[in-house]
């Protein structure tokens, strides 16, 4: 189907006008992150191109796409969204109906710098609000903190970092978890190293934890969950992303279960897809595609393993 046809049946599918379910998977399963910005820049009864460049849903079309593909779980809708918008999107969920702290130290911590920077654009354009202020204001936990500095942050993505400095924070870390303190991710130190250094040196802190300790650092984070989640995301992403799915998928007739796996397959199928499919292989003996199509069922079975099956032949 030539690339004009394949716009014709999702703009039909996307205005209300009859969805032809099987070419839609068929269409969006196969689509580069390219294909997907071709379509949106082209289709402006769909899509506003915004202040702040991206092009976002028009707002009167999301709710109505929600529901009228209930049955993908929101799939089709985050997969054709500019990342951006995605990722505020979720941000704003994740503070107002919960709040949930693992969705925000995800998208805080596996994003590059441009596209967290980007996210908090597209939050600032969609909602009135930064991310920032929000947290600060509607979280009224000790995590605050924490949250407020690894959403703002703007690492550097270079190739130096400093192997003494390094070193010294690994002792920081190691001292710091020695003590006993209740509340680790209080701790100042803790909070300023993860926040602010770039993941290279982050990684290099953590394997020099790991000579000086003979632990992994997320090992040793014992309950403390979210520090255990960040260590993960920014270091270790493919492990936590395992963990997501392999919680999800024990849960899935919750809905909670299903936003997990949709959000993980949809915004990792263009990143590390491929990782994460053999970090799931490995924990549980099963390949993801066989546990979703033994426990997910219809459409919204066949688009995610469509992208699963897409990531196999891309990465």
């Known amino acids: 189907m030539a690339v004009a046809d394949e ?6 599918a996307f205005t209300g006008l009859g969805v032809d379910e099987k070419s839609l ?12 910005q071709s379509f949106r820049k082209t289709t402006r ?23 009228e593909f209930l049955r993908f779980k929101d799939a089709v809708v985050l997969w054709t969204m500019h990342p951006w918008e995605r ?14 702290y693992g969705i925000l130290v995800e998208i805080a911590c596996t994003r590059s710098s441009e596209e967290l920077l980007g996210a908090r654009r597209a939050y600032h354009s969609l909602f009135e609000h930064s991310i920032e202020e929000d947290i600060a204001f509607h979280i009224h936990s000790s995590e605050k903190k924490l949250l407020v500095g690894l959403v703002s942050a703007y690492r550097y993505e270079g190739p130096k970092y400093g192997e003494e400095v390094a070193k010294s924070e690994a002792k920081i870390l190691k001292n710091v978890i020695k003590d006993g303190a209740k509340k680790l991710h209080e701790e100042e130190e803790i909070v300023r190293i993860l926040t602010t250094r770039s993941k290279l040196h982050l990684k290099a802190v953590f394997k020099h934890y790991k000579e000086t300790s003979g632990n992994y650092l997320d090992e040793d984070l014992g309950d403390h969950l979210i520090l255990k989640q960040t260590v993960q995301c920014l270091c270790k992403p493919e492990t936590y992303f395992t963990e997501v799915l ?10 909670f279960a299903k936003e997990a796996l949709t959000r993980v397959i949809v915004t990792r199928a ?3 897809l491929k990782l994460i499919k053999e970090e799931y292989h490995h924990l549980s003996g099963f390949t993801l595609s066989h546990k979703i199509e033994e426990i997910a069922n219809g459409n919204f079975k066949d688009f995610l393993l469509t992208l699963i099956a897409r990531g196999d032949q891309e990465n």
């Open 87 to 100: 990722d505020a999107r979720l941000l704003r969920e994740a503070v107002y109906k919960g709040p949930k």
């Open 246 to 255: 392999d919680v999800s998928l024990k849960g899935i007739g919750h809905d």
């Open 45 to 67: 009864d769909i899509f506003v191109e915004d202040e702040r460049q991206f092009e976002r849903w028009d707002d009167r079309h999301v709710q109505k796409l929600q529901q």
């Open 25 to 36: 998977i068929s269409i969006l399963g196969k689509w580069h992150p390219e294909h997907k």
């Open 7 to 12: 716009f014709g049946v999702l703009t039909k």
């Open 270 to 272: 263009d990143v590390d």
